[in-house]
């Protein structure tokens, strides 16, 4: 049996055998004693084997003091891909709010990688300090980070991100951020005019995935401003997009789009004929009762249920 006493755990870091000491640092972990945490630190920092030093920075997670998140923050340079992504993951785990002044400070790095991990383990911490690291993000050379600015002022809901946001938007090179951008404006009021526009147009981008996640964001501003681009988005090549403007007119609430959301009741896609359901239930228009009565016998269960939903809906209403 493996003795897993502090004296023998700390012998086992010196041996000459890298799996020996990647068992130690777990071991060490166990023993749960904030006084190793300089001992797991240096072992980041200064062990010859990538594995080891991988292990240390996944469990150096668990410690949030300002000396590890450094270390963590230095592991990001390391000239390990392993050991670089672990200390990533841990920084991305870091809850405790006084972690992200050393994160502000290595997002302002000149390695692409350590911005964007930098930037992820501000994003979960919420740090409203973060906005201007973030902000000036935006313009980054490096789409990751790109994005990891863009998570960060979605998180923040700060209205002063609108503006920005919607300009990258409409304007990045890369489908993946113009893609989290459409998202992040999900924040926007529904009268916000410039943050519309840019998910209006966004809705006929180039990339499907950045127009069903423009249809997505207009439904959860419910914007009524956006009825009509998101019926003709009900036409849209994909199917995917088609779903998004269907859910999204059904949070709209608008019956003046039920028509056009009934059209999907017969489409081949069971997935597409039950989000139609579902929106013609909270489109609350009595002329979608009848078909939706033949669409009792759809031949897939999950339609015919949401079916039944939507009619409970509207014969509700309509009493």
């Known amino acids: ?34 006084s190793l945490v300089p001992t797991l630190v240096a072992t980041l920092t200064s062990d010859p084997a990538p594995e080891v030093r991988r292990e240390a920075a996944s469990v150096l997670a668990a ?11 230095v592991a990001l340079l390391d000239a390990d891909a392993h050991v ?6 841990a920084l991305s785990e870091l809850k405790d709010p006084a972690s992200a002044a050393v994160l502000r400070r290595w997002a302002a790095r000149p390695e692409p990688f350590a911005r964007s991990a930098a930037l992820r ?29 863009v998570a960060v ?45 840019a998910l209006l147009h966004a809705l006929r981008d180039a990339d499907w995935q950045v127009r069903e996640e423009a249809a997505t964001t207009l439904g959860k501003l419910r914007s009524r401003a956006a009825r009509d681009a998101l019926v003709a ?14 859910r999204a007119l059904g949070r709209l609430a608008d019956p003046q789009a039920a028509h056009a959301v009934g059209a999907l009741l017969t489409h081949s896609i069971s997935n597409l004929r039950k989000e139609a359901a579902l929106a013609l239930g909270e ?7 009848a078909p939706l009565q033949a669409a009792l016998e759809d031949r897939d269960p999950e339609v015919r249920k949401a079916v039944r939903i939507a009619l409970q809906q509207l014969e509700g209403g309509a009493t």
Request: proline share 3%; net charge negative; aromatic share 4%.
């Open 1 to 34: 049996m493996t003795d897993i006493s502090e004296p023998s755990v700390l012998a086992r870091l010196t041996d000459a055998d890298a799996a020996v000491r990647r068992i130690a640092v777990l071991d060490l972990a166990d023993l749960e004693d904030e």
């Open 63 to 73: 410690w949030e003091q300002e000396d590890v998140v450094e270390a963590l923050c």
């Open 84 to 89: 670089r992504d672990a200390a990533q993951q």
């Open 121 to 149: 383990g501000l994003r979960e911490l919420r740090d409203a300090a973060a906005f201007e690291p973030a902000r000036a993000a935006l313009d980054d050379a490096h789409a990751e980070v790109r994005i990891e600015a």
């Open 153 to 197: 002022l979605g998180w923040l809901k700060d209205a002063r991100a609108l503006a920005p946001l919607a300009v990258l938007l409409a304007s990045d090179p890369q489908v993946a951020v113009r893609r989290a951008a459409a998202g992040a404006l999900g924040f926007a009021t529904a009268d916000d005019e410039q943050a519309a526009a």
């Open 233 to 246: 988005a009900l036409d849209d090549d994909y199917w995917q997009v088609r779903l998004r403007a269907a």
């Open 283 to 289: 489109l609350g228009s009595v002329a979608s009762i």
